[in-house]
């Protein structure tokens, strides 16, 4: 039987912003504390091919949203000897516009996620303006076209995709946030996005102030300890102190292995 690859899993930060605290820690008062909110998309490479977890989002998105755009994703997935025109499997945590704006990078791969994901995000919900936030039109209208030519794949709850790399639905965040479960020379690892914004929202079980089910959202982190080998062994989507917390390879891109 063949050995399960031991993936490497780079996070490579593509934008960045400042933002209030409570955004992203429930209870926090508004205006008490301003911090930086690091934006990643995730390469594991180890295994027969390169595989990506979330797209980012393009300069037109990130001149729009008024953030800061320190580089590309396609960029940085060159740093690391990737091509992505080559990358034929990205793992989609959730379409918020700053996890999916970026498919375009991607002219050759399949998009993986969750059919609750897909159903919320393209359904009777999105009539409401309120709803709409999250997401651009643009994507979603294009979610629907990749769907018709056969290039997204739908996962319902668990799915290992490719050896020692496995899809997991956790909702809380998105009706269909899902995490990635990796095999490493450390354990398992798990890509958490925004399962959990920041290291702190699982080490203080406290959500982000953006949820669609509170009780999943706190289930979620149970899971994220859960799947994971070791309390460091977990990447949230948007904390600077990631680049802190493990080795760096170059600027804005730490790794794992």
């Known amino acids: 039987m063949p050995a399960i690859p031991e993936y490497e899993i780079y996070a490579m930060k593509y ?38 977890v979330d797209t980012g989002f393009t300069p037109q998105i990130a001149e729009a949203r008024k953030r800061k755009y320190v580089a590309s994703p396609a960029d940085q997935l060159r740093k690391l000897g990737v091509d992505p025109t080559d990358v034929k499997k990205v793992l989609i945590s959730h379409l918020h516009w700053d996890h999916f704006g970026g498919f375009s990078f991607f002219p050759n791969a399949t998009f993986y996620l969750q059919t609750k994901e897909y159903q919320y995000w393209t359904g009777p919900v999105m009539r409401f303006r309120a709803a709409q936030g999250p997401v651009e039109a643009n994507d979603m209208a294009e979610l629907v076209r990749l769907n018709m030519q056969g290039r997204v794949h739908f996962v319902d709850g668990i799915e290992e995709v490719a050896p020692g790399i496995s899809l997991h639905y956790v909702g809380g965040h998105t009706a269909g946030i899902q995490v ?32 669609t089910n509170l009780p999943e959202m706190f289930s979620a982190f149970d899971t994220i300890r859960g799947l994971s080998s070791g309390p460091n062994l977990w990447l949230p989507g948007h904390d600077p102190a990631v680049l802190q917390r493990f080795p760096t390879h170059s600027a804005g891109i730490a790794y794992l292995r």
């Open 15 to 52: 934008a960045e912003r400042q933002a209030d605290l409570s955004t992203f820690m429930l209870g926090v008062e508004p205006g008490r504390e301003t911090i930086t909110i690091d934006y990643f998309v995730w390469l594991l490479q180890g295994g027969a091919e390169p595989v990506v």
């Open 180 to 211: 990635a479960r990796v095999n490493t020379t450390k354990g398992q690892v798990v890509v958490a996005s925004d399962a959990s914004h920041l290291f702190r929202n699982v080490e203080e079980n406290t959500p982000a102030n953006l949820i």
